[in-house]
T-cell receptor, first 117, second 114 residues
Framework: AQKVTQAQTEISVVEKEDVTLDCVYE???????LFWYKQPPSGELVFLIR??????QNEISGRYSWNFQKSTSSFNFTITASQVVDSAVYFC??????????????FGAGTRLAVHP | DGGITQSPKYLFRKEGQNVTLSCEQN?????MYWYRQDPGQGLRLIYY???????QKGDIAEGYSVSREKKESFPLTVTSAQKNPTAFYLC?????????????FGPGTRLTVT
């Protein structure tokens, strides 16, 4: 069955610390996509990254980096030098394709990150 | 600005009443979705629509209904049959088939039923 596990329910750090959010997934598919979304207190989900299952290169975008390891079915997210504005709930998601090709996202339970000054 | 709008931000209803949540997108996306979010949980799919006049049940469709009469609109009705309607509801859209699987989300509607 398709499943996404975010084992860390809440993480609390002090500003400028590095923090890694874990994501482990299960899928029967050979081709799939993985995503990370950020949900700030306002509630709207903000897209951060999409990764194809065939592309295992790590990606860096400013203070954000992602480590995709197919061998361990993990897609971890690291924030370097965290800031208060990074405080949010972060969701990892896995694509599941319906018949007809339209996609469904399977979400993990989310990790609440609190960055303190 | 292109995006997804949901209204209202907060909605209060008495138990036993049906309530309709609005979702509009101007991204020209074919597919639209409704998700429910409960505290401490991830999002769960209620309904999705691939094209106008077509929609399918998601994982938790019981007690909900939708319509898709226009490409840009996908309203969700929470009926009195929904046993635990209090939740945060998020609407999303995506371009549809092909390599683009990213979903864009609206700001959400927080529904409280007492």
């Amino acid at each position: 069955a398709q499943k996404v596990t975010q084992a860390q329910t809440e993480i609390s750090v002090v500003e400028k610390e590095d923090v890694t959010l874990d994501c482990v997934y299960e899928t029967r598919d050979t081709t799939y996509y993985l995503f990370w979304y950020k949900q700030p207190p306002s509630g709207e989900l903000v897209f951060l990254i999409r990764r194809n299952s065939f592309d295992e290169q790590n990606e860096i975008s400013g203070r954000y980096s992602w480590n995709f390891q197919k061998s361990t079915s993990s897609f971890n997210f690291t924030i370097t030098a965290s800031q208060v504005v990074d405080s949010a709930v972060y969701f990892c998601a896995l694509s599941d394709v319906f018949s007809g090709g339209y996609n469904k996202l399977i979400f993990g339970a989310g990790t609440r990150l609190a960055v303190h000054p | 600005d292109g995006g997804i709008t949901q209204s209202p931000k907060y909605l209060f209803r008495k138990e036993g009443q049906n309530v309709t949540l609005s979702c509009e997108q101007n991204l020209n996306h074919d597919a639209m979705y409704w998700y429910r979010q409960d505290p401490g949980q991830g999002l769960r799919l209620i309904y999705y629509s691939q094209i106008v006049n077509d929609f399918q049940k998601g994982d938790i469709a019981e007690g909900y209904s939708v319509s898709r009469e226009k490409k840009e609109s996908f309203p969700l009705t929470v009926t009195s049959a929904q046993k635990n309607p209090t939740a945060f509801y998020l609407c999303a859209s995506s371009p549809g088939t092909g390599d683009t699987y990213e979903q864009y989300f609206g700001p959400g509607t927080r529904l409280t039923v007492t």
